[in-house]
């Protein structure tokens, strides 16, 4: 599956962004996708993902309740939509594609070594 992140950009606190996640050749293989970051001089960590199938959302602590993602119905694009944005959350954003729904409750879609596609960065940078 070809991954594609695009919508990152420079925004003050307090603003948003919708990234999106344009997938080819995703649903048939992929019942999984995720957002994941990294900033500069930290690991990469899970920050959201989206079950194709039962449309199920997991969300890390920091971004509950700011971050939304949500999947299109014919299972091409993943978009996150971020409000809120805090300067923390500035980092290279990407997503991922794993071969298999997160079960409910998991915390697997923190592990970027469960995911199995993954996309080119797109920047997201939050100015205080």
């Known amino acids: 599956v070809q991954l594609q992140a695009s919508g990152g950009g420079l925004v003050q606190t307090g603003g948003s962004l919708r990234l999106s996640c344009a997938a080819s050749?995703?649903?048939?293989?992929?019942?999984?996708v995720g957002w994941f970051r990294q900033a500069p001089g930290k690991e990469r960590e899970g920050v959201s993902c989206i079950n194709s199938g039962d449309g199920n959302a997991f969300y890390e602590d920091s971004v509950k309740g700011r971050f939304t993602i949500s999947i299109d119905n014919d299972l091409s694009t993943v978009y996150l939509q971020m409000n809120s944005l805090k300067p923390e959350d500035t980092a290279v954003y990407y997503c991922?594609?794993?071969?298999?729904?997160?079960?409910?409750?998991?915390?697997?879609?923190?592990?970027?070594?469960?995911?199995?596609?993954w996309g080119q960065g797109t920047l997201v940078t939050v100015s205080s």
């Open positions: 050749g995703f649903s048939a293989e992929h019942d999984a």
């Open positions: 991922a594609a794993a071969l298999a729904a997160i079960p409910s409750g998991s915390t697997w879609y923190r592990l970027p070594s469960y995911f199995t596609s």
